[in-house]
């Protein structure tokens, strides 16, 4: 098993007739991924290498019964294709775009708890969802990564390709990995994506990549002191940080003395989860549990 | 994008907010003949985005011109915690018989506005969030259907705002919500709120965030913000479209992703250093985007040695190479550089620095080892300078 994607996965696209979209759509095709359509509205009826293009989301939904959305079109028009793809009865969207104003995710998040309580969004501001061996939706490089027992989920693309790659190094692989995106409203927390690994039969090990800002990490330790039984690692970046500067992401601001990372850090370690000073540190932890685990069996 | 009090008053006139009179200024004649104009007594404002600048002597009374010249020559030029004194707002001064707090913020953790009100205004709001809790009125609002009157009236009541003036500090807090909501704002705040001997419901300060992303539907407000006072380096990167952060340490860094960047911060301060930037490269970063880059880090001359850490996703190591390699042939770097390439088409990256054989670029396998490298060699710089001097 993983999370999220996998061989059901039917994925449709908006934005798959621009330059990055068709590239990472086309990418994620090769992977294995089952891409059953595009939407970009007037192209209806154009391909992209085969694959279909709508003008809505509700002709997509009705002509190819997509049960993923990726949406890749520009920040301006992201907000009312992620809804339209919930509309049109889309489970899971997941949201590639990068500077959506927080207004809009803030209207997007509200609007799918009332209307849409079924659709999940992943992002924005996201990598994407990337389940090894099984399918990859998003602009994860695949190729870092080995199929296995440990889950990911981060909020930085790169980082967690670090992390992941270390531990492919030292023979572990991943059952998938989540990017939850950098923004300060996203549709899914650390809490959601941990919940999904706690249930999954193959996740025997939780990876948590944090940073500084708002306070998602601090909810995740009450959540796993609560709620999971698995053994999880975390990482947060950002010890460095100074108050009031956004570093590159969207979400990733110390306000005053609010989302520091040794606040997020101690949070953790005080529910008993280890954290990892470096990237590496978290891969060798990880290992290190791993290790055990699988001497146990 | 955070605003200066002025320019946080002009968003609060838009949307019926009362203001002050008064006259943003530069010189102390302009300081002079807007208080003229304005009327004494007038009060005159440093215009700088940190707090306390009333104990720092930024704020000062007038009551006539005389005062108002001296004020304004004092405080002009005046470095409050490493902010320079540009501005100046001159406004007539307020009869004051209470204060408030009010504002209006996006509540991450909730997803939703949140509307803050208090009858302590005028002091450090966060010392009243731990001092007494009870008297800082909390209350989410329900994003898709906005704040309604009724709801305001409650805030106001509840906050214990004296009874005449419940209706007027309710507009003030509704038309905050509209500054916060059509401005895309992710804060908007008054400290302090004013009630004038009259009953009159004024902001006295005015404090805004607003959401870059969102620029680009209010061209109206792209030019504002501190940009006098703003780190050089840093204006430059925006206009190129680079993510950089100024910090004052002497290793320069440039990363791929926002969360690998502030992790090789990080990394680089474990082993002692102190990181001089954040630069983040971003995804798919070509040849021409790196050599800009490279560019933007050496201008700041603090920088003793500069750590490239790439993981490649998007991002292809041979581009970045190349791009190292055009860098150093148009700028030709006196400082040494690290340089860790992993990820797509690392081979290709690692084999064309070899091959370039630049001088004084040293590779590294890890990011932990190129940390340490960096760290040296910054230290290593500052020692030979030592010695030279």
Known sequence: MSVLVDERTRLCVAGMTGKEGSFHTLNNRRYGTNVVGGVTPGKGGQDVEGIPVFDSWEQAASEAQPNTAMIFVPPRFAADSILEAAAAGVDLVIAITEGIPAHDELRVYNTLKRDHPNTRLVGPNCPGILSPGKANVGIIPASFFEEGNVGVVSRSGTLTYQIGNEIAQAGFGCSTIVGIGGDPVPGSSFVDIIELFEADEQTELIVLSGEIGGSAEEEAAEYIAEQVSKPVVAYIAGFTAPAGKQMGHAGAIVSGSAGTAAAKAQALEEKGVRVGRTPTEVAQIAVEILGGVAAER | ?389
């Not at chain 2, 009869?95 to 205004?121: H, N």
């Not at chain 2, 002091?123 to 609002?141: C, G, M, N, T, Y």
């Not at chain 2, 509704?174 to 419901?201: F, K, Q």
Request: one cysteine or more; hydrophobic letters at 45%; proline letters at 3%.
């Open chain 2, 1 to 389: 994008m955070d605003l200066l009090e002025h320019q946080g008053k002009q968003l609060f006139g838009r949307h019926g907010l009362k203001v002050s009179d008064g006259k943003a200024v530069t010189t102390v004649e302009e300081a002079v003949a807007a208080a003229n104009e304005v009327g004494y007594p007038v009060v005159v404002k440093a215009q700088v985005l940190i707090g306390g600048r009333g104990k720092a002597g930024g704020v000062k009374l007038a009551a006539n011109e005389g005062e108002a010249r001296e004020h304004a020559s004092n405080i002009l030029g005046m470095d409050i915690r490493g902010h320079t004194v540009r501005t100046l707002w001159i406004e007539h001064a307020s009869d004051i018989a209470t204060e408030y707090y009010a504002s209006v913020l996006l509540d991450r953790q909730a997803k939703q506005p949140m509307v803050m009100f208090s009858v302590e205004g005028g002091v450090e709001i966060e010392q009243v969030a731990q001092d007494s809790p009870e008297k800082l009125i909390r209350h989410h609002v329900d994003a898709l259907n906005g704040l309604s009157r009724e709801e305001a009236v409650q805030i106001a009541t509840d906050g214990g705002a004296d009874a005449d003036v419940i209706e007027g500090v309710a507009d003030a807090l509704l038309a905050l919500y509209e500054v916060w909501l059509s401005e895309d704002a992710t804060l908007a705040e008054i400290n302090p709120l004013i009630v004038t001997p009259d009953r009159d419901v004024k902001a006295l300060d005015a404090k805004v965030s607003l959401d870059n992303n969102a620029l680009y539907r209010h061209p109206e407000n792209q030019g504002l913000s501190d940009s006098e006072n703003e780190d050089p380096i840093e204006r430059r990167a925006k206009e190129q479209g680079v993510q950089y952060v100024a910090l004052d340490g002497d290793v320069g860094i440039l990363g791929n992703g926002a969360g690998l960047v502030m992790s090789t911060l990080d990394v680089v301060a474990q082993a002692g250093g102190s990181p001089a930037n954040f630069l983040d490269a971003g995804g798919g970063s070509d040849a021409a985007k790196i050599k800009q880059a490279v560019e933007l880090i050496l201008a700041n001359d603090k920088v003793k040695a500069v750590l490239f850490n790439i993981f490649g996703g998007i991002t292809r190591c041979d581009e970045v190479a190349k791009g190292l390699i055009a860098a150093f042939e148009e700028i030709k770097p006196s400082v040494p550089f690290v340089v860790r390439l992993d990820g797509t088409n690392d081979v290709e990256g690692r084999r064309l620095l070899e091959q370039a054989a630049l001088p004084n670029v040293h590779p590294a396998k890890t990011m932990n080892e190129a940390a340490e490298k960096v760290v040296a060699l910054a230290a290593g710089a500052q020692a030979s300078a030592g010695a030279a001097a």
